[in-house]
Nanobody, 126 residues
Framework: QVQLAESGGGLVQAGGSLRLSCAAS????????MGWFRQAPGKEREFVAG????????YYVDSVKGRFTISRDNAKNTMYLEMSGLKPEDAAVYYC???????????????????WGRGTQVTVSS
């Protein structure tokens, strides 16, 4: 059974940085494409960044390009999201998600990810 656990959220001032982690278990991690999503109160869950199984291909929503970096360590069964230059509008619950995929593509739709973590809260004060 695939289990995902996010960590690293917290309260940060605008302009600050955080690193989120997503630890996977019960899965051959290198066979899965991964994604980060976020959901703010009253808003739909939105794609933030994704990475293919090897880590060679990544994709970001325009609003975080140049500020966020997604990466993964298949030896540690862990995915990361380095966030810098945080803005109040980045505040949300951040979720990691997994989908079985050994291709080069990175999926952006939440409907294509069957496995989800419980989320970690990111709060950005202005």
């Amino acid at each position: 059974q695939v289990q995902l656990a996010e960590s690293g959220g917290g309260l940060v001032q605008a302009g600050g940085s955080l690193r989120l982690s997503c630890a996977a278990s019960g899965v051959t991690f290198s066979l899965y494409g991964m994604g980060w999503f976020r959901q703010a109160p009253g808003k739909e869950r939105e794609f933030v960044a994704g990475i293919n199984w090897s880590g060679k291909n990544t994709y970001y929503v325009d609003s975080v390009k140049g500020r966020f970096t997604i990466s993964r360590d298949n030896a540690k069964n862990t995915m990361y999201l380095e966030m810098s230059g945080l803005k109040p509008e980045d505040a949300a619950v951040y979720y990691c998600a997994a989908r079985y995929s050994t291709g080069a593509e990175v999926a952006g739709s939440p409907h294509t990810y069957p496995y989800w973590g419980r989320g970690t809260q990111v709060t950005v004060s202005s």
